[in-house]
């Protein structure tokens, strides 16, 4: 498979946050960020392996600055790292004031998706190289993120086998 650049993964998605998607406080409610995160990051996945993905984790979501309604939110995303059949994928989020402009940094993110055959079975994808010093820096830390997936999959699985699915503690 050719490679491409992270750059061919673009995707850019902007919305109104309106006042259903908030909380009391008036500010966006933190799933609904997270669910426009995994849409516009599954988008850019699924423009770079050219197949359907399903999302496989979500490294960290970092809320750095609150959303509130009547802003705007810019969110981006581009695949950073590939592995056999997987993608990770930075995203990143902006709020934007409407009235002054301000706009703030108020997420980052990264996901790892898994492209599909129509099976539902994981296929291989293209490999992906950075052009730019921040697709760079992102592309040389992405082996050590990805360590720490496999480290925090293990875990979850091990938690997942102690306490089963009982719903009550024994």
């Given at each position: 498979?050719?490679?491409k650049?992270?750059?061919?993964?673009?995707?850019?998605?902007?919305t109104?946050?309106?006042?259903?998607?908030?909380?009391?406080?008036?500010t966006?409610f933190?799933?609904?960020l997270?669910?426009?995160l995994d849409d516009i990051?599954?988008?850019?996945?699924?423009k770079?392996?050219?197949?359907?993905?399903?999302?496989a984790?979500?490294?960290?979501v970092?809320?750095l600055?609150?959303?509130?309604?009547?802003?705007?939110?810019?969110?981006e995303?581009f695949?950073?790292?590939?592995?056999?059949?997987?993608m990770?994928v930075?995203a990143?989020?902006?709020?934007?004031d409407i009235s002054t402009?301000e706009?703030k940094?108020c997420?980052t993110a990264?996901?790892t998706f898994?492209?599909?055959?129509?099976k539902g079975?994981?296929?291989?994808?293209?490999?992906v190289?950075?052009?730019?010093e921040?697709e760079k820096?992102l592309?040389e830390?992405?082996?050590?993120?990805?360590n720490r997936r496999?480290?925090?999959r293990q875990?979850?699985?091990e938690l997942?086998?102690t306490?089963?699915t009982?719903?009550v503690m024994?």
């Open positions: 498979m050719e490679a650049a992270c750059s061919k993964s673009l995707a850019l998605k902007t109104h946050v309106l006042p259903p998607d908030t909380n009391a406080y008036g966006l933190g799933g609904k997270m669910a426009h990051a599954g988008i850019a996945a699924v770079h392996a050219k197949n359907p993905v399903v999302t984790s979500t490294d960290s970092d809320f600055a609150p959303v509130k309604v009547g802003h705007y939110i810019s969110i995303a695949v950073t790292w590939t592995h056999n059949t997987s990770e930075f990143k989020a902006i709020t934007e402009g706009r940094v997420t990264f996901m898994v492209a599909i055959d129509q079975r994981p296929i291989p994808v293209p490999p190289y950075p052009e730019t921040h820096m592309h830390g992405a082996p050590l993120r990805a496999e480290e925090r875990n979850s699985q997942a086998k306490f089963g009982k719903y024994e």
